[in-house]
């Protein structure tokens, strides 16, 4: 399975952000998505999650509410769409995916079960 997330780049206090993350491959073995980032210092945050049979999403509270990942299951596409952005949601963006099965919010939640990453896209927001 191979990633490429793409959309990163500039965005002002309050504005809005859609990255996109496309799969390709043996996109059939995927089981779920997710969309982590990292922040200069800091360790890399999951953030939103999709289990890609069920639809199920997890969102972390830091984008609770201002974040959504609609999806194109045709595409294998997923999207991240964010609003009221923060100067702290600054970071390098990353898609990950998993082929380990699994239901729930745990299974989602389990940064360490992602197994495939794309390559990262920068988002600034500026004050």
């Known amino acids: 399975v191979q990633l490429q997330a793409s959309g990163g780049g500039l965005v002002q206090a309050g504005g809005s952000l859609r990255l996109s993350c496309a799969a390709s491959g043996r996109t059939f073995s995927i089981n779920a998505l997710g969309w982590f980032r990292q922040a200069p210092g800091k360790e890399r945050e999951l953030i939103a999650a999709v289990n890609w049979v069920t639809g199920r999403t997890y969102y972390a509270d830091s984008v609770k509410g201002r974040a959504t990942i609609p999806r194109d299951n045709a595409q294998s596409t997923m999207y991240l769409q964010m609003n009221g952005l923060k100067p702290e949601d600054t970071a390098v963006y990353y898609c990950?995916?998993?082929?380990?099965?699994?239901?729930?919010?745990?299974?989602?939640?389990?940064?360490?079960?992602?197994?495939?990453w794309g390559q990262g896209t920068q988002v600034t927001v500026s004050s």
């Open positions: 990950a995916a998993t082929s380990n099965g699994g239901v729930g919010l745990a299974y989602l939640q389990d940064s360490k079960g992602y197994h495939y």
